[in-house]
T-cell receptor, first 114, second 120 residues
């Protein structure tokens, strides 16, 4: 099955700095790559996603890049704020539109210090 | 966003008893629901994929007789942990895909609040 590796496991940045989280996947058939944010004690929530026909997607301070050849994708958060502190999970799925499940990375605990 | 409700949010039971967790999509029809297990400070481990009206598809290593999944309607899936033991203590979280009839983009995955199970 799909194996998703995520790095780093913890990341501490100063407020205003950028944060980058990287993921790799094993199944070249994967075509849907969402990122979820989970605050302490809360449910994961989708923050951005990208499909395999796109190389980059941006939504305000958040961007995701995808390199299909290398089978890796990254989350970029610019101008970080303390409220960005949370655990971030990357995920991958093949044939998402047909109902295949998401396989998650192990998560990155991001701490943004004022 | 869409609402997925999970109940109970926490449960404590004695070893050997069975516990049922419900997952409901409140404002959309979910043809597919997923059950995950999350250990402290760890990732979401997929347990099974539940499709309405058919048998669940379990991931390797997940005992189907231990974790019974039923998806009887487009808005409800249940996970029953049978004969629970302390090692089954964990955070179980369901998720549901919006099938698209709601008008929202098809396929977005929404999570329930999770259920923390403690087996004594």
């Amino acid at each position: 099955g799909e194996n998703v590796e995520q790095h780093p496991s913890t990341l501490s940045v100063q407020e205003g700095d950028s944060a980058v989280i990287k993921c790799t996947y094993s199944d070249s058939a994967s075509n849907y790559f969402p990122w979820y944010k989970q605050e302490l004690g809360k449910r994961p929530q989708l923050i951005i996603d990208i499909r395999s026909n796109v190389g980059e997607k941006k939504d305000q301070r958040i961007a995701v890049t995808l390199n299909k050849t290398a089978k890796h994708f990254s989350l970029h958060i610019t101008e970080t704020q303390p409220e960005d502190s949370a655990v971030y999970f990357c995920a991958a799925s093949k044939d998402w539109n047909s109902g295949y499940a998401l396989n998650f990375g192990k998560g990155t605990s991001l701490l943004v210090t004022p | 966003g869409a609402v997925v409700s999970q109940h109970p949010s926490w449960v404590i039971c004695k070893s050997g008893t069975s516990v049922k967790i419900e997952c409901r999509s409140l404002d959309f029809q979910a043809t597919t629901m997923f059950w995950y297990r999350q250990f402290p400070k760890q990732s979401l481990m997929l347990m099974a994929t539940s499709n309405e009206g058919s048998k669940a598809t379990y991931e390797q290593g997940v005992e189907k007789d231990k974790f019974l999944i039923n998806h009887a309607s487009l808005t409800l899936s249940t996970l029953t942990v049978t004969s629970a033991h302390p090692e089954d203590s964990s955070f179980y979280i369901c998720s549901a895909r919006d099938g698209g009839a709601s008008g929202r983009p098809t396929g977005e995955l929404f999570f329930g609040e999770g259920s923390r199970l403690t087996v004594l």
